[in-house]
Each structure stands twice: as C-alpha cells, then as structure tokens.
C-alpha cells in the first residue's frame, strides 16, 4: 500500500550505461517530481510534472529525461551515465496549494 | 530568487530533552508555506510540520512545533522531549503559494539525539 514507489531502490552501474527509475503514485495527486540528493545530502528539483504535463524543468543536462505516462507515473532515464551522476534520486508527488509532498524511499545510483 | 538556509549543520541533544532547530529563508513572495522534513538513515523523507505564511498561530504536531517569525523570515522547529528515534537529518524547506511548487530546502541538520 506504498504511497510513492520508487524502483529500484538500488542501482550500481558502469559509466556510460543507459537506465531508467520508475516512480508510481496511488495517491491521487496531479504533480509528480524528481529530486537528487547529492552527496552531502543537498536537495533540489530537478523536474516537475502536472498531469503528465512538464511545468518544471531545472538546469539537468540532457542527458536526463523524464516520461510521465499518466498522472499516475514519473520515469527518469538516464543516458550515458557519469561518475557524477552518482545521487540518491527521489520521486515525490503533491496535492495543489502546498499540501506538501510525499515521497518515495529514494534510489541510490552508483556510476562506477 | 527564494533561499532557504539552516546556519547548524550539527546538532546533539539528550534524550527527553529540548532542542531548537533554526531556519532562515529570504523571499519577496508574501503568501508561501514552509515546512520541516525528517529523513533518518533509513532514507525516506518524512513531513514533520507544515505552516502557512497567512497563518499567524504557530504549528504543532504532539513533539513538534515551530517558531514562525515572518517579518524575520524565521521559521525554526522546537522538538520537546526527544526521543533516540528523532536522531535524523532534518530540512527545512519553502514552497511558494501556487498549484504546482517547487519545495526549496535548506542544507539540512543532522541531529543527534543521545542516550
């Protein structure tokens, strides 16, 4: 009965794959969002969609695209991956007029 | 721009003691909502405590509650008879009034709470 599901919830991988994390919400809500927690447990958006509409789009190198399906899912793929890309990503999604987010259990991705 | 900074980047308390978490934000947005998050080690992001710009009364929640000073634009999180399990990073973070927002957080404080 998860909330936001993010999988997986690990992922090691070598320079220069490609992979995706897919994040799925049972809430109901309308805005769905990836964030990355970089290393010293920094956070910040990345993107922002409203059902299934992109309306927040950060400074993310290209190599990073989002899909929504239905208001439902927020895919990330990951092209060409870099040690840089090495975060812990989190999926959340938001009830309108600051509710407040929920959030997924966060992907660790290693680039090795 | 909106920023959001927490001035202690550590922090310890004993057990069924109080401790003061502070959070500053600079904004020129007049209606917004600010919110405290939890993430211990097991990672998740757990909302702690949400409180309207327009609201004067300050939020609680049991343990939980804030200091909300808008001309200050101070925002800290009191924490009354800690528990170990409150040992966690907390963030503080910003949200400006709209359908869609984008939560802003601070650089987060790890709090120690010790036997």
């Known amino acids: 009965d998860t909330a936001v599901s993010q999988t997986p919830k690990y992922l090691v991988t070598q320079m220069g794959n490609d992979k995706s994390i897919k994040c799925e919400q049972n809430?109901?809500?309308?805005?769905m969002y990836w964030y990355k927690q970089d290393s010293k447990k920094f956070l910040k958006i990345m993107f922002s969609?409203?059902?299934?509409?992109?309306?927040i789009n950060e400074t993310v190198p290209n190599r990073f695209s989002p899909k929504s399906p239905d208001k439902a899912h927020l895919n990330l793929h990951i092209n060409s991956l870099e040690l840089g890309d090495s975060a812990v990503y989190f999926c959340?999604?938001?009830?309108?007029?600051?509710?407040?987010?929920?959030f997924g259990s966060g992907t660790r991705l290693t680039v090795v | 721009a909106q920023t959001v900074t927490q001035s202690q980047p550590e922090m310890s308390v004993q057990e069924a003691e109080t401790v003061t978490l502070s959070c500053t934000y600079d904004?020129?947005?007049?209606?917004?909502?600010l919110f405290w998050y939890k993430q211990p080690p097991s990672r998740q992001m757990i909302l702690v405590i949400r409180?309207?710009?327009?609201?004067?009364q300050n939020a609680t929640e049991n343990r939980f509650s804030v200091n909300f000073q808008k001309a200050a634009k101070s925002f800290s999180l009191k924490i009354s008879d800690s528990q170990l399990g409150d040992t966690a990073m907390y963030f503080c973070?910003?949200?400006?009034?709209?359908?869609?927002?984008?939560?802003?957080f601070g650089k987060g404080t790890k709090l120690s709470v010790k036997p």
């Open positions: 973070a910003f949200m400006i009034h709209r359908s869609q927002g984008n939560l802003i």
């Open positions: 959340a999604s938001s009830l309108p007029q600051g509710g407040g987010y929920t």
């Open positions: 409180q309207e710009a327009y609201k004067q």
């Open positions: 904004t020129s947005e007049n209606n917004y909502y």
């Open positions: 809430l109901g809500h309308d805005t």
């Open positions: 969609y409203n059902n299934k509409e992109l309306i």
